[in-house]
């Protein structure tokens, strides 16, 4: 029936669309974060950093994602990667101009919970 | 935009009807196996009520199926949202999806056992396979909890919450076992002779079930909550408590059953057993589920001993008491361009500025729908004077509607009617919101149906909708996000909601008992102070507090 498999496709085609407009994001609120490079180091301008967020829980890291946020709220996607110590996350920074940040996080915890939050900082000249 | 609220809120309200489905197959299992004796030569029960039994527990897997299926559908969906792409192998690999998937793949197979035994209760080897399967079912259930994502006691843990989560599934499974032979009773007789002896056999049943539900209980609150701080000054610790105080209030009831059924052994007095003891079961039942509702929130809070050692996720005993201190409602609010005004630094992630206008927004909305329901409930407890005079009390359930009309208007500022932000957009995009829509119609339909129900004896029908609804919003309540807050913030709020959710089941058990124990008039005239009058007014109280604790409330800054 080619016009049930139009029909189809075309649902399919909309399903991400319908996705983002009901859920865009979310957060059932369990992982926290219980330690960060960020409230032990400021980050120095013009430096590519690595920032260390410590989970009170396993985070699955393929169904994680972490932007860099720049004043206007601009999102920058940014690279992570698993730490030594269980729940911990590496975030891999680029050099950055003086001014506020902030690190948004969207995690998947092994428990199932999906937390999202922001971290704000700032970058002295 | 925000979505958290909403996800987190269906992931609650879904977390909270598994377990429900949960406890009625586990449950309903012990309860052939321990009340029925489906595994003796010569069950104690005849076929119809086993029958029911069976029913009851095949109604608990097909929805435990169902629900976790979609659980796992909408968590997908959710990841595919934040994600913006679906890694459907990662997603499948993560242990979640795979217990979750068993669970549900087992809690069909025992739907179909279950339709089987439906046909012959005295097949042993389907009762035999029906255990079988459940097993699995329950130990499915350790990869689904907290303690799976811990890194110290991993699996004692996990092993602990299965216990605990057993514990819970035996008594209320049990109870809505007791709740399915009552209502066979109406047409067979043999049900009717077999209800003192299920009761007192669940005495028992019940018993051992409580006594592990409090020694599971008790490591799991120690190990997660560990400090005074983390008890009152948590989310996590806040639901712990109101979990205890209506685990108070089931195990009284529990009790007053239990004593009915030894004194009908002891004397063969059956009185209380058929005219209260259905009824306050039925009050059980209610708390119950607010307690399975807390237990799936619970599981959605970080545990207090992860956050209790930071001032800025906790909540310090003063900040708490502030929220429920006395003080004169806010009558004057900020105006909407004024609220208007701060909403892009509120949102912000970037150089977030706190809006107090925004708060004095939602301080003005709370306070005055707290004068609303003390209002009402005071017009309410006048309604109880068996007076002539008074007889015009009785339509205080129509404040429900001017509050509806308030908080249609009010509850959301910044979205449709008054703000920028659409109808839709702005109801599926924000949980928050999403669940002011709904506490909106909520109130609005209480309205409707309590003044019907409280004025017009020919409205026997949609008298039971008000407690109905009320125990709907206490979950509400219970399950209520704020995730455009911090932890600290949410839980300050989350405090006073907590304890509203804990007495608005107070208040649909309170309803409840009053229509179940004086069947007939539109409200017990107050002539005579008995259990139905008590429940009545106990309910009216509830709400009155409910009422106070909203005048008095003020938001963080945040």
Redesign the interface.
Known sequence: MPFLSLRLKAALRLM?LL??????????????V?ESSLAKEAIKAHHPTKVVLLF???V?L??S?VFL?????IFHPAEISRGHR??ELLIQLPSLEPG???I?Y?V???????T?N?I?FHVAP | ????G???FI?DFLGGLILISYALVVGSLFWSAFILKVWAKEPLANPAIIRRAVSVLRFGAIALASLQGIKLLI?G????????EL?IQ??CG???FQA?FLRMLLALGIALLAGKLLLDTRQKKLWNLLLLLSIPLVIAGAW????????EHREILMTITLLHQMSAAIWFGGVAQLLALWRLGYQDEEARLFWPHAIIRFGILGAVAVVMLLMTGLPLAINYIASFEGLFGTGYGGLVITKVVLLILALAFALINHRAGRRWKESGEAGALKRKVPYYIEAEAFILVGILFIAATL?????SE??AK?PE?TATIPEVVEMFTPRLPKIHSPSHDQLLAGEAGRV?????IPSVAATEWSDYNHNISGIFLTTMGLMAFLSYIPSPAFRWARYWPLGFIGLSIFLFFRSDGETWPLGPIGFWEST??NGEVFQHRIATLLAFALGIIEVRARTRLDAQKVRYMFPILCAFGGILLLTHAH?EFE?KS?YIIQSTHTTMGLLAVIMAAGRWLELRLAPGATQSDGTVINEATISGLLAIFSMFLIGTIMMFYREPLF
């Open positions: 991400p996705v983002c407009l009901i859920m865009p994001s979310v957060s059932f609120s369990h992982a926290v219980t009170n829980t396993h699955e393929a169904l994602r946020v720049s004043a206007g709220d269980a729940g506020d940040y902030a948004k969207k998947f915890a092994a428990d199932g919970h999906l999202e922001n704000r | 935009m925000y979505m958290q909403l996800a987190n992931d968590k969906m959710v990841l595919w949202g934040v994600l913006g890694p990662d997603y993560t242990v979640q979750g689904l909890v907290h303690a799976v994502g811990r890194f599981s959605s809070q970080p545990p992860d956050i930071n996720l912000a992630v970037v150089n977030k599926f995009g995730a932890l949410e």
